[in-house]
């Protein structure tokens, strides 16, 4: 008997009560049945399998796969190279800095004006007005289409020929008529706005749970002591959604480096909406197959996400591992 | 979060409060109403392309209200767009995939949850950092496993595991679990311990405890975790993209992107497609927006 198995002891059998159904021994614990101890072995063992052949094991290969030089065919070839992967795409590979940027701008954007987009909107469906389901039907509804699908609803939206922004504008069919996705120095503020159009809506929604979950009387506190609007919700209010708070900042930081539908669908990736995740994929489809620059890649996206994870993962099990 | 999940709060959501008079909020109001045109503004230019014929749209423009109003693009993307047969293989891809997540995920739960062991935390732990990853970390040696993993060609006209459903079906299970294992731990962490202490004293094993008692239980969680994964895994383009190379195999969602290519000049039918592919998630908000909106607060780990 391992320890682990003296371990595998339902937790109300703990405390001593009642009748014993089974005691297996002399009885110090009331431990699972042989058969108990099977099915449990299977429920845990067969969801972590496939955790770790399909998640766990492919992320300890990129970061293999990065130290190699490989075309991707006959594994034989697979080469050692070193640090040369990191070296190629931070000195000679020129969208690796720009994508770099782009991400930042990318998180930047959603961090002050989508996300505080989203809190705006919920702070004001969360009083009481006239038709407020409507409003939140209506701006919730983009959270519900992929990201894919924004991608191109968006380019319909902004085409330099038969685009409405332009036609909005008056420059539809002038020189001056813009090319949204396609030029490359605002490309990628229209993309953002894109993302924006669902972000802020997913952030309205957390947020109108969070507001209703704060308790009302500390909105009532305040008033008494005669805080004003204002200085209840940056005070009081906002400070009390803490938990919210910090899945909203994990979430913004999250999406921002899983951004990639979007420019996908737009152009790969390319001209002026260079992402790190796009990168990744350049290097792994198509004719000149670069395994290892391509897991390079993979790897500083790895790094820069594990920040938020491990963030978020110290916030949500730090107490339960302590206990 | 873990407060945000318990079996109370799962589903229903508070009622509007009621009691205080209505205030006025005019300035509110016209900010709102601003928002919503604007937030509007691209699904109806949508809609108000698909509804036109090329034919109306190369005569009057697109900016204008000249011209006929039918049905012609959608029946055109349904029939030769291959739109029918895109949202087939969608269906394929994500029944199964929704199915084997939430019973994966509500064992995995169900042990994490209401066994005490030693790595339960740990493992539950590396279940959600694994739904956060980004996924194209994973992506190259997924694919090369997938190249290098032979099988017969009666299995796979590929000879290997490119190409197939499966194995779409078998990375989108395994990327969502961990995030619907966190969402069913905490639900199922919320449920009396006397539940199973009863059941124990009965002399029920573990799988009945799992089965008979605790399942019925996460009823709720199930519905909003189940509709919420439909939308996630039917709103899926990266998956299919890596994995797939047969345009006619593809899932709706990712199948569009190609159409943008193959549609080229013909914005009336590219808009169609994109309205056609809104639908299915359009009819699953309106008819469980309930369980959708619980699922999204209920696992609001979701990044």
Known sequence: MSATARDLVPPESRAPSGTPAKRVGSGKVRRLSRRDKVVLSLMVGLPTLIQLVFIWLPTVMSVGLSFTRWNGLALGDIRPAGGDNYQYISQDYPPFWPAIQHNMLWLAFLALVATPLGLLLAVLLDQQIRGSRIYQSIFFTPVMLSLALIGIIWQLFYQRDNGLLNFLLGTSGTPQAVDWFGDSSINIWAAMVAATWRHAGYVMLLYLAGLKGVDPSLKEAAAIDGANAAQTFFRVVFPAMRPINIVIVVITIIESLRAFDVVYVINRGTNGLELLSALVIQNLVGEGQVIGVGSALAVVLLVISLVPIVFYLSRTFGRENRA | ?303
């Open chain 2, 1 to 303: 979060m873990s407060a945000a999940v318990s079996p109370g709060t799962a589903t229903s959501r508070p009622a509007t409060r009621s009691g205080s008079r209505p205030k006025r909020h005019y300035g509110t109001h016209i900010f709102l109403t601003a928002m919503a045109v604007m937030w509007l503004i691209p699904l109806v230019w949508a809609v108000f392309t698909a509804l036109r014929p090329i034919a109306s749209t190369n005569e009057h423009g697109y900016f204008s209200l000249a011209g006929d109003f039918n049905f012609d693009n959608f029946i055109q993307a349904w029939s030769q767009g291959g739109f029918a047969k895109y949202l087939w293989n969608s269906v394929i891809i994500c029944v199964p995939a929704v199915l084997l997540v939430l019973f994966f995920a509500s064992m995995m739960a169900f042990a994490v949850s209401r066994v005490s062991w030693k790595f339960n935390v740990t493992l539950l732990i590396m279940f959600t950092a694994g739904n956060l990853l980004p996924p194209q970390v994973l992506a190259a040696p997924l694919f090369e496993m997938a190249k290098h993993f032979q099988v017969p060609y009666s299995f796979s006209d590929s000879g290997n595991m490119l190409n197939t459903y499966i194995i779409v079906i078998a990375v989108n299970m395994a990327f969502q679990m961990g995030f619907c294992t966190f969402v069913l731990s905490n639900y199922m962490k919320a449920l009396s311990a006397d539940l199973t202490e009863a059941a124990l004293v009965d002399g029920a094993g573990i799988w009945r405890q799992y089965r008979e008692i605790i399942m019925p239980l996460c009823r709720p969680a199930f519905a909003a975790l189940a509709t919420l994964e439909v939308i996630f895994i039917y709103n899926d383009f990266f998956w299919p993209l890596l994995f797939i190379q047969s345009g006619d195999r593809l899932p709706v969602t990712t199948a569009i992107n190609n159409l943008q290519g193959e549609f080229l000049n013909n914005y009336n039918l590219l808009a169609a497609g994109a309205v056609i592919t809104v639908i299915p998630t359009l009819i699953v908000y309106l008819l469980l927006q309930r369980q959708f909106v619980a699922g999204l607060t209920l696992g609001s780990s979701k990044g």
